[in-house]
């Protein structure tokens, strides 16, 4: 793996994928919406009771499925049978993505480390080995970063993290992670910090000192781009209708007079849902 973050620095990080609210988060038809774009993809993995990566963001299910239980103490194939927000749509499996996406588009893949995650990040490794694409890790949690370096070395990598405050977790654990106090563990290549945490002089000095790369998550408003523009070096967003208002915006932190194409309309047909993309929303 080379080290490369060229990606990140150039066009927008679609968060779990290109998704509204007719197409769902971290679904195929989100993905597929983000790779006509030329978006990169931001994705969240966890394991089934039975040790299978998924693709789903929440520790339960509850929000999108209605399924009450964690993610991690459901066996795949009960959730397999599950779907997203009304939708024909299952919850993808790390590998049925990378397969998915072949390379079309680089990846951002967020390791969840949560209770029944153990082995999280070789059977994440293991997936992502061989993978031809574009690809970098990231975590709220530094020792998970460590581990992955031990698998590989070279891998790029990002520590995830925020001010917290509207996080519910221990108190010990919003500690460890919030404003990246453990950072010195994970020696991470860039920093992921959420844009309403900022300003914040320690990921100034990571900025400004150690040269570090911030990303600014997650964007979805014009005053958030504004904030993005002053603090940070990529964005990661959300919200399809979000992208078609603020183009110009979007195109003015990347330092592009146009960089979206006059692309039709995606419905999605082949992945089973029609999707609410509105018209000339393709990026270049």
Same mark, same amino acid.
């Given at each position: 793996?080379?080290?490369?973050?060229?990606?990140?620095?150039?066009?927008?990080?679609?968060?779990?994928?290109?998704?509204?609210?007719?197409?769902?988060?971290? %679904?195929?038809?989100? =993905?597929?919406?983000?790779?006509?774009?030329?978006?990169?993809?931001?994705? +969240?993995?966890?394991?089934?009771?039975?040790?299978?990566?998924?693709? =789903?963001?929440?520790?339960?299910?509850? &929000?999108?499925?209605?399924?009450? $239980?964690?993610?991690? &103490?459901?066996?795949?194939?009960?959730?397999? $049978?599950? &779907?997203?927000? !009304?939708?024909?749509?299952?919850?993808?499996?790390?590998?049925?993505?990378?397969?998915?996406?072949?390379?079309?588009?680089?990846?951002?893949?967020?390791? @969840?480390?949560?209770?029944? %995650?153990?082995?999280?990040?070789?059977?994440?490794? +293991?997936?992502?080995?061989? =993978?031809?694409?574009?690809?970098?890790?990231?975590?709220?949690?530094?020792?998970?970063?460590?581990?992955?370096?031990?698998?590989?070395?070279?891998?790029? #990598?990002?520590? *995830?993290?925020?001010?917290?405050?509207?996080?519910? *977790?221990? =108190?010990?654990? $919003?500690?460890?992670?919030?404003?990246?106090?453990?950072?010195?563990?994970?020696?991470?290549?860039?920093? %992921?910090?959420?844009?309403? %945490?900022?300003?914040?002089?320690?990921?100034?000095?990571?900025?400004?000192?150690? @040269?570090?790369?911030?990303?600014?998550?997650?964007?979805?408003?014009?005053?958030?781009?504004?904030?993005? &523009?002053?603090? #940070? +070096? !990529?964005?990661?967003?959300?919200?399809?209708?979000?992208? $078609?208002?603020?183009?110009?915006?979007?195109?003015?932190?990347?330092?592009?007079?146009?960089?979206?194409?006059?692309?039709?309309?995606?419905?999605?047909?082949?992945?089973?849902?029609?999707?609410?993309?509105?018209?000339?929303?393709?990026?270049?």
């Amino acid at each position: 793996m080379i080290k490369n973050n060229d990606w990140m620095l150039k066009k927008p990080i679609a968060h779990r994928g290109l998704h509204d609210d007719a197409v769902p988060e971290n %679904s195929m038809p989100a =993905y597929e919406a983000a790779i006509a774009a030329g978006l990169p993809i931001e994705i +969240d993995v966890q394991l089934t009771k039975d040790k299978v990566p998924v693709l =789903y963001h929440d520790d339960f299910l509850l &929000r999108l499925t209605g399924h009450k $239980k964690r993610v991690t &103490r459901t066996k795949f194939e009960a959730l397999r $049978k599950l &779907r997203l927000s !009304g939708t024909e749509q299952g919850i993808p499996t790390l590998e049925e993505f990378l397969e998915f996406v072949a390379g079309r588009v680089p990846i951002l893949v967020e390791i @969840k480390k949560n209770k029944g %995650s153990r082995g999280i990040e070789r059977i994440s490794m +293991d997936a992502l080995k061989g =993978y031809g694409g574009e690809f970098a890790i990231q975590s709220f949690h530094p020792i998970a970063i460590r581990k992955v370096r031990k698998l590989d070395p070279e891998m790029y #990598c990002g520590l *995830l993290s925020s001010k917290m405050t509207d996080m519910k *977790l221990l =108190y010990i654990k $919003k500690a460890a992670v919030k404003n990246a106090r453990l950072f010195f563990m994970a020696k991470p290549d860039f920093v %992921s910090f959420e844009i309403n %945490s900022f300003p914040n002089d320690r990921i100034k000095r990571f900025r400004e000192e150690l @040269k570090l790369p911030i990303l600014g998550w997650t964007i979805r408003s014009k005053e958030d781009i504004d904030r993005a &523009r002053e603090y #940070c +070096d !990529g964005i990661i967003f959300e919200n399809i209708e979000n992208l $078609k208002a603020h183009l110009k915006s979007i195109g003015e932190f990347f330092g592009a007079d146009k960089w979206f194409s006059e692309g039709p309309d995606q419905d999605n047909d082949a992945a089973g849902t029609k999707s609410a993309i509105p018209p000339n929303a393709g990026l270049l």
